[in-house]
């Protein structure tokens, strides 16, 4: 799979955004402040097209991916779980899900 970029790995890149999500964390998870905290930052890999790959492998018979989703993958994470588990059920879909086959590459 090739993706065309990725964010930095081991070095938390956005330490402002990081902390402002760690207090509104608290704000609604109180009893989660007496836990130490540590920010990571973590690699954000995309697709070559900037769509997500989300399917069945063809060269395997049970290997599923959904990745590729870049910055956007909790923005984007319900309806890929969605989509990821309807092709994994044999159910249809209300759109087309070939555009997000991991195999179009």
């Known amino acids: 799979v090739l993706f065309r970029s990725k964010k930095d790995i081991g070095i938390l890149s956005e330490p402002l955004r990081a902390e402002y999500l760690y207090k509104q964390t608290i704000h609604w998870l109180p009893h989660l402040s007496s836990y130490e905290k540590v920010f990571h930052s973590c690699s ?17 018979d049970n290997l599923f ?3 590729g989703h870049g910055s956007k993958g909790w923005t984007l994470a319900f309806g ?20 997000y086959s991991p195999n179009r590459f």
Do not use: E, T, Y
């Open 65 to 67: 991916v959904n990745c």
């Open 44 to 60: 954000r890999p995309v697709s070559a097209d900037d769509v997500p790959l989300i399917g069945r492998c063809n060269n395997f």
């Open 80 to 99: 890929s779980a969605r989509i990821l588990s309807d092709v994994i059920n044999q159910r249809n879909n209300a759109i087309d899900v070939q555009v």
